[in-house]
């Protein structure tokens, strides 16, 4: 089997190891040829292609059983349309992860997945601490620091795969025995060739479902809901008259109360929805009790970047919410509290920004920024105050200046960060830095 990975950072670098240790033949690309990629081809012992042409690529996949595209090529790459005229299979990590897991000695460990374009990474991180709480080996992969491809290689019970579209997209047989869709909103539309194509990308983590997996949606979003009609899993939902759903501080579900939300060491309303969709996946599965989600929602305080508590300064909160690079996540965070001080924008995606302003009542006043700073200020024209500035130091200092006593200052951007930071981590990082909570609680 000869196979040709394209893009050489994490997941492509991890999936092209993958594949020679089980003996398939490797060729690799990459649009950026830098001198770390050079030398990993050199390690690994394979060719190396500097960016080559359509009709070059036509000629290598004509002779390639697979394309391993990493998540950061989109489905509008050449290399992609050389693989659709020759026919050329492509797969992403997660599903060449599966397929190899199916081979397993002792049989396939299960699988539970979490795709929306918002809250992934919580309710991921809180499912897993929830089969810890439970006594179970397993891991976050997929969109993390692990990618699929080395999970399987390591001793788990089970695994918690957070499946983004780039990787859903390239998926066949890539099933879980409960996957949860959390929401769906503009994104990404610089990957995707259209809104059409994300959605369909997205569904694809309930398309290769059993009769008795878990396919498991969100009420309050329609669109997810019309995709469920399609699932052949157990249909199950999860918010607002869900069957997974909040009744007077409570948590329940199908057996009834799994948890008090005063028990959670988080309890802001994503908090609350994010357990539900993580309980529904942990209890469907039968791979944890309820007893073992309180453990695990007790001591739950969320992933880094996404409504982080800084602290509090002159009875002032600051949180760090540089994980919010959507519209989605922005009003999410803003839904979360009230006298904001709010501090977004970033990198432009071209997607509508006037979502980050459904609720201007929260709002006391806004600092925009970045590329996008004149696009925010037009969204939130409506808010008392709203200031532009280009960069996050002088950001920061206006928000001081403008927030009172029992007023929280949130950076929530809903817009990437790549105008002028590496990651949403390096943008969260600075501004945790920046914020004036050192030594206050």
């Known amino acids: 089997m000869r196979a040709l990975v394209y893009g050489l950072a994490v997941a492509g670098a991890s999936t092209a190891r993958a594949l020679l240790r089980r003996d398939v033949e490797v060729i690799v690309g990459d649009d950026t040829i830098t001198p770390e990629r050079m030398e990993l081809a050199r390690d690994m012992g394979v ?17 390639c059983d697979l394309l391993c595209p990493a998540p950061g090529v989109p489905e509008t790459h050449r290399v992609i349309a050389a693989a659709r005229a020759t026919g050329t299979e492509i797969v992403s990590e997660i599903e060449l992860a599966y397929r190899w897991e199916q081979q397993r000695d002792g049989g396939p460990r299960p ?13 991921t991180l809180m499912t897993v601490e929830m089969l810890r709480a439970a006594g179970l080996s397993t891991i976050d992969a997929g969109n993390t620091d692990t990618p699929l491809v080395d999970a399987i290689d390591d001793d788990h019970d089970a ?11 390239w998926t066949r047989d890539f099933r879980c025995a409960a996957a949860v869709w959390l929401n769906l909103a503009p994104d990404h539309l610089n990957w995707h060739e259209s809104m059409d194509s994300y959605s369909a990308a997205k569904a694809r983590i309930w398309a290769a479902q059993r009769a008795d997996d878990a396919a498991i949606a969100f009420t309050a979003s329609s669109a997810v809901m019309g995709k469920l009609d399609d699932a052949p899993g157990r249909h199950l939902t999860f918010g607002p008259g869900g069957v997974y759903r ?8 199908p057996a009834g109360e799994i948890a008090a939300t005063g028990s959670m060491r988080r309890s802001l309303p994503h908090d609350i929805t994010n357990a539900l969709a993580a309980s529904a996946l942990v209890l469907e599965t039968g791979l944890a009790d309820t007893d073992a989600i309180q453990r695990a929602l007790a001591d739950f305080s969320g992933p880094a970047h996404r409504l982080e508590r ?16 959507t519209p989605h996540a922005a009003a999410v965070a803003i839904h979360a509290f009230d006298r904001i001080v709010l501090i977004a924008g970033g990198k432009d995606k071209h997607v509508d ?6 609720e201007p009542e929260r709002l006391k006043a806004v600092i925009a920024i970045g590329e996008t700073r004149d696009s925010v200020a037009a969204a939130f024209a409506g808010v008392p105050t709203v200031v532009t500035t280009e960069f996050l130091p002088d950001a920061v200092e206006r928000a001081a200046g403008l927030a009172q006593p029992g007023d929280t200052v949130l950076l929530s951007p809903g817009c990437a960060s790549l105008d002028q930071y590496r990651s949403f981590e390096a943008r969260g990082d600075h501004f945790r830095e920046l914020a004036p909570t050192r030594g206050d609680t």
């Open 246 to 253: 909040l009744e007077h501080d409570r948590l329940v579900g």
């Open 47 to 63: 060719d190396l292609l500097d960016s080559p042409d359509e009709a070059a690529l036509r000629g290598i996949l004509a002779g």
């Open 159 to 169: 695994f918690v795969v957070e499946c983004t579209s780039f990787r859903l997209a």
């Open 353 to 358: 920004l006037a979502e980050m302003a459904v």
């Open 111 to 123: 699988m539970l997945g979490v795709t929306g374009t918002d809250g992934k990474t919580t309710t």
């Open 310 to 325: 800084l602290g509090a300064h002159g009875g002032v909160e600051w949180y760090n919410d540089s994980k919010a690079t």
